[in-house]
């Protein structure tokens, strides 16, 4: 059996659906991100000292 190829519709949504060309992030985005990264860091940070911590009081009693 010969495989079809995709119609000339399905080609012209494909096209369409295709992702874009990545514009530069504007200031406000870059500094979305950053606050965001940041946030998730400071987040990270916290949890392994409460983890610590708790591994500390259970050595302890």
Not at 13 to 20: C, M, R, V
Not at 31 to 41: C, D, G, K, S, V
């Amino acid at each position: 059996m010969r495989r079809h190829s995709q119609s000339h519709a399905a080609k012209e949504a494909n096209k369409l659906f295709k992702q874009t060309a990545t514009k530069p992030a504007t200031d406000y985005e870059k500094a979305e991100q950053a606050f965001h990264a940041n946030r998730e860091r400071l987040k990270a940070e916290r949890l392994a000292r409460e983890a610590e911590r708790r591994r500390q009081s259970e050595r302890t009693t």
